[in-house]
């Protein structure tokens, strides 16, 4: 009779174990876990900022260099490079510019905006003579987080 004892004693245990082992795994299936950020959304604000760039160096120069944005940096207008570059952000985006030469540092120019949710930060290099720009746009949706 021992025998039988231990037998229903050992069925009891793997009942248990089975119920833990469900209940386990049903509490861990009703866990809501967010969805990670799209990747959409931060490829897009990135091809906002590339656009603008591509728009101000294919805009050729008024007096002399070899685009607009590379003639407005060369005669210092900074803020005006700037304003190009804002002005050409895609609708419904907004960004901020900073520019620093050769190895000094990166200051804002233009219109300046406090972001609400994520940006993206898109940098170009411009080669203008003996000098080199860098060219930083900080590009988030005007709507706030995405």
Do not use: K
């Amino acid at each position: 009779m021992r025998s039988d004892d231990d037998a229903q004693v050992h069925i009891l245990e793997m009942l248990t174990l089975f119920w833990l082992f469900f209940m386990s795994a049903t509490f861990l299936i009703r866990i809501q876990v967010p969805d990670a950020p799209s990747v959409a959304h931060d490829a897009a604000l990135e091809l906002a900022g590339d656009d603008a760039f591509r728009y101000g160096i294919g805009l050729e120069a008024e007096v002399s260099g070899e685009n607009r944005l590379s003639e407005l940096l060369e005669n210092g207008e900074l803020d005006e490079a700037c304003f190009l570059l804002q002005n050409s952000i895609s609708a419904g985006n907004e960004a901020n510019c900073w520019l620093a030469q050769n190895s000094g540092s990166a200051a804002p120019h233009g219109n300046t905006g406090s972001p609400n949710g994520e940006t993206v930060t898109v940098h170009h290099l411009l080669a203008i003579g003996s000098n080199s720009w860098t060219v930083t746009l900080d590009v988030w949706s005007r709507g706030g987080g995405n």
